[in-house]
């Protein structure tokens, strides 16, 4: 089978201090990716002459811009201009595992049926760290939850399914997730974090805005609309846990 072309898609608004070490990580990939497209969305900082420095260094860089909106319609640029046949996400302040892509496309070369490879995530809060990775004893935390960033995809899905639902602030990870898991897309969540994502004061992960909740349960409630109209058993679920597995996991795919 012929090795899938993957396009990373990063957005990017005021990440001047962090985003050169996003790209960094993607540098560090054992496996490369064939193109990185970084959709600006209207920042004022130095952001895009830290992105210009990285010209040349990657096989295709795209800089692309997009009117200040929420961060799934700004991804959704991203994707519709992406090339290749699969995509993976990063947010400009967060870092890839530098294996991320290597493992995750892997396991969708040995399971073609399979139309997204998610994992694990590691929170730090490590301001600057030495390496395109969290420093040596830099506190952090896991989580299982549904990640962009964690998810290798393949293009085809949005196709199918549609783009990320830009009507939310937050919470379109989880209901891409959610349509994943409705519409019985197969997909696979690997224990183990193929992505860091950082706090700091302007990350949306460390902002208590109410909306967030209130998008995520807009995400379930459409989730549960889905499932009725579909006519699939039960309401549905915030554990995806049914769908994870070892990251050696040798099985059969369904």
């Known amino acids: ?9 990063v957005p990017n608004l005021n990440m001047g201090r962090f985003i050169g070490q996003a790209l960094e990580s993607m540098l560090k990939q054992t496996l490369p990716v064939d ?9 004022t900082d130095d952001s895009l002459n830290v992105i210009e420095s990285f010209e040349g260094r990657f096989k295709d860089l795209k800089i692309l811009s997009h009117e200040v909106k929420n961060p799934a319609s700004v991804r959704n640029v ?17 870092l890839w595992h ?3 892509i290597a493992i995750q496309r892997q396991r969708l070369l040995a399971f073609p049926d399979r139309a997204a490879v998610g994992s ?4 730090f809060q490590e301001q600057k760290p030495p390496e395109p990775r969290p420093a040596e004893g830099s506190p952090m935390s896991h989580s299982a939850a ?7 995809v393949r293009k085809s899905v949005f196709d199918e399914i549609g783009l990320l639902n830009d009507e939310l602030f937050y919470g379109e990870d989880w209901d891409l997730y959610f349509r994943l898991r409705d519409h019985g897309t197969p997909f696979v969540i690997q224990k183990w974090a193929s992505v860091f994502a950082r706090k700091h004061d302007n ?3 460390s902002t208590a805005d109410p909306r967030s909740r209130e998008d995520v349960s807009r995400a379930i409630m459409k989730s549960i609309l889905r499932r009725r109209k579909l006519g699939l058993e039960g309401s549905g679920s915030r554990d995806f846990s049914d769908f994870e597995e070892d990251l050696n996991a040798d099985v059969t795919p369904t």
């Not at 089978?1 to 396009?7: I, T």
């Not at 193109?35 to 920042?43: A, F, L, M, T, Y």
């Not at 694990?120 to 929170?123: A, P, R």
């Open 203 to 205: 990350s949306m992960t």
């Open 98 to 100: 530098p294996e991320k």
């Open 1 to 9: 089978m012929k090795a899938p072309k993957v396009s990373a898609i």
């Open 120 to 123: 694990h995530i590691t929170f």
């Open 35 to 43: 193109e990185v497209i970084v959709v600006d969305n209207g920042s």
């Open 78 to 94: 991203g994707i519709q201009a992406s090339r290749g046949d699969v995509l993976a996400f990063l947010d400009a302040d967060d």
């Open 146 to 152: 549904p990640c962009l960033a964690s998810l290798l």
